[in-house]
C-alpha cells in the first residue's frame, strides 16, 4: 500500500498545538480529510464533493457556525 502524504495549510504554523485540516490523496483517488490533533479520525470523499465543501467554505456559507 503506497504512503499517504499529507498536506497542511500554510496558514498554520509548524507547532504542535496549531491543529488545522489536513488533506490527502489516497490510491484509489479518493479525498481524505482529517484534523490534524485527531490523525485517526479520517473522512473519505471524492474530488468533485471536496471541491464543492471547499467552495461552500470560501463563499461563507458556514460562518454562521463560528
Known sequence: ???ITW????FSGPEPENACLEL??????RRLLRES???ATVMVTDAALLRA?????????FD???
Not at 498536506?7 to 500554510?10: A, E, I, L, N
Not at 490527502?24 to 483517488?29: E, F, G, H, I, P
Open 1 to 3: 500500500m503506497a504512503e
Open 24 to 29: 490527502a490523496r489516497d490510491a484509489a483517488d
Open 37 to 39: 490533533d485527531e490523525m
Open 53 to 61: 465543501l471547499l467552495l461552500a467554505v470560501k463563499a461563507g456559507e
Open 7 to 10: 498536506q497542511k495549510s500554510s
Open 64 to 66: 454562521h457556525l463560528a
